[in-house]
């Protein structure tokens, strides 16, 4: 294998990389060497962006995940061939799913091996990007040191453009480790156009539909992540107290409104009453959302009124609910919309706003009842006292795991982003995804702990990350919920079959685990754990919290229309 010697500190194809994503804008890169990357992470030891060293790739595009969503920019990800590139997929796939700016940059064999000439190369693949193109939302190869700077920005653009996504860049190694000087000038200093035209809608369109919502006696607005991606949370608060309509928020879309405000009717959409609530609208208002199986209450929701739906994704227009689409970034589409209804008039009165305020405490009233009556008394304490409990801007990132299925409908967000994995719902997001924010924090000059949850199941995916807690000093407080298994898989098969088979886990003792990183941990109850939470982020310092229970999930309500019964 060539290589540059370690001590000229020569110029090469690495650094052209990094100094294009410094030039896009970049302060900070998550990723782990391997061998045919060596030249981008020599080009490191030159650069002035910060670097978070993960464990393992799928960690590490977690990282990125959380990276992305703290500084609101594409988050780089470095990334070596062949098993390394593609231990990252399903990271990937959440960042697809939640619309999270990613930028995964492959180091590939050289460029004499592209093309599958099987000339056997480690890691070698007869087209590595293949596999990342049903995940992603572009790729490329760059095949000489020239088009890095061009390919690069062309990536970073398309990852930043509504609906925001990740991208792949793959560099040979050949290209990595040459000299660059004669054939790429420094870029140091540089600015690369990074920003993507905003996706505006057709007037046309937003004219129609704000004909459809000037003539509704009960609309509702249905908001999702979309919303929070865009920044359009003021555009939505303006426009549903224009027309005085309750908002009700998908898990992605919790801080679209927050509770506080008159109009908010939260996001317990696995409730039939709240299904039935957003049913029963004569114009319905779906921004930012696909409505998908979760937001569907597992594609049981059937509206009956007039259906208007912004989306960012065109592929998800019209595709489970026909009505008037408005291809848009949800800022620009929300504005629109109520500018046009400003023109026509449209303006909040009383009596509306009054009526609206009454069905939404009576829904309330309705789920509060439903979710207090199921003999749920520890879950529901539990959540409630964390909120309670934790600091109000405090970041929470949540596993795939049974308290955070009620925090998704549970859990007033107050401002800080709700961020779990239940885009793509694989395991192990919550702890490298808080790592990965609080590194992002700090990258911004930013202060305070952020806060990851996981059942044990999830924990055990992102265990080796403790290290990188450790060796990086993150202020992240890992609550690990211990039940000695897969929790939701153990309780949804034991409701469908009547046992459950293959969920049940051994039990390592996570506080000694966490001590041997030098990493402070403490076991606690269910009373006292929001307590021992709060601690812990008062610290300020990494500290792994282990609860050993057993919780339950509240009981579904979408069964009855499955089965074709009475809802």
């Known amino acids: 294998m060539t290589t540059h010697s370690p001590d000229t500190g020569q110029r090469i194809g690495g650094d052209v990389v990094l100094e294009t994503l410094v030039a896009l804008g970049a302060r900070g890169v998550v990723g782990l060497p391997g061998q045919h990357a060596l030249g981008l992470f020599d080009a490191l030891r030159r650069s002035d962006l910060a670097y978070l060293s993960a464990r393992v790739e799928n960690n590490a595009g977690f990282m990125a995940d959380g990276l992305a969503r703290v500084t ?45 000439g099987r000339h056997g190369y480690l890691h070698e693949l007869p087209q590595q990007s293949d596999s990342f193109r049903g995940v992603v939302k572009h790729v490329v190869t760059v095949r000489t040191m020239a ?50 035209a905003p996706l505006a809608p057709i007037a046309e369109t937003v004219d129609f539909a704000a004909a459809a919502l000037a003539g509704a006696v009960r609309p509702v607005i249905f908001a999702g992540g979309g919303v929070v991606r865009a920044g359009a949370q003021a555009e939505l608060a303006a426009l549903a107290e224009r027309l005085d309509a ?15 405000h008159p109009l908010s009717a939260q996001g317990w959409i696995e409730d039939i009453a709240t299904t039935e609530f957003l049913e029963d609208a004569d114009v319905l208002l779906i921004v930012g959302s696909g409505v998908g199986e979760l937001s569907s209450n597992y594609h049981t929701f059937r509206p009956r009124g007039r259906v208007i739906q912004i989306e960012a994704d065109l592929g998800k227009i019209g595709s489970n609910h026909p009505g008037i689409g408005i291809h848009a970034d949800a800022k620009l589409a929300l504005g629109g919309l109520d500018a046009a209804l400003a023109g026509l008039g449209r303006s909040s009165t009383e009596a509306r706003r009054s ?42 990132y949540w596993d795939m795991t049974i308290l955070a299925y009620w925090a998704w409908s549970a859990w007033d967000a107050r401002g800080a982003e709700f961020a779990s994995a239940q885009g793509a719902g694989g395991l192990g997001y919550g702890f490298p995804a808080a790592l990965g924010a609080a590194f992002g924090r700090r990258v911004q000059g930013e202060t305070g702990a952020v806060l990851a949850v996981s059942g044990d199941g999830g924990a055990l995916y992102g265990i080796a990350e403790l290290a990188v807690a450790a060796q990086h000093d993150l202020p992240v407080v890992w609550l690990i919920v211990d039940d000695g298994g897969y929790g ?26 966490a001590e041997s990183f030098g990493i402070a941990a403490e076991e606690t109850t269910l009373a006292d754990a929001p307590a021992a939470v709060a601690r812990a982020l008062e610290a300020g310092k990494p500290r792994v919290i282990v609860l050993s229970a057993l919780l339950e999930l509240f009981a579904p309500t979408h069964l009855d229309r499955l089965s074709g019964g009475a809802a």
């Open 72 to 116: 609101g920019e594409v988050a780089p990800l470095l990334l070596s061939t062949g098993p390394g590139a593609l231990t990252s997929l399903a990271a990937l796939q959440e960042a697809a799913a939640s619309s999270i700016p990613v930028l995964a940059l492959s180091a590939q064999i050289p460029v004499a091996g592209l093309g599958g």
């Open 147 to 196: 088009q890095i700077p061009t390919a690069m920005a062309e990536a970073w653009r398309i990852a930043a453009a509504a609906p925001q996504g990740p991208v792949l860049v793959e560099v040979p190694q050949d290209i990595l480790l040459a000299p660059a000087d004669a054939l790429v000038p420094a870029l140091e200093g540089a600015a690369l156009a990074g920003t993507p």
């Open 246 to 260: 309750p908002v009700v928020t998908t898990f992605s879309g919790k801080t679209a409104l927050p509770w506080s």
């Open 355 to 396: 009526d609206a305020t009454a069905q939404i405490a009576q829904l309330l009233e309705t789920v509060r009842e439903r979710v207090e009556g199921q003999g749920r008394e520890a879950e529901l304490a539990l959540v409630r006292g964390l909120r309670d409990a934790v600091p109000a801007d405090t970041r929470v």
């Open 488 to 513: 939701v898989l153990r309780e949804y098969m034991e409701g469908a079959f009547g046992a459950a088979t293959a969920t049940e886990l051994a039990r390592p003792n996570y506080v000694a685990l």
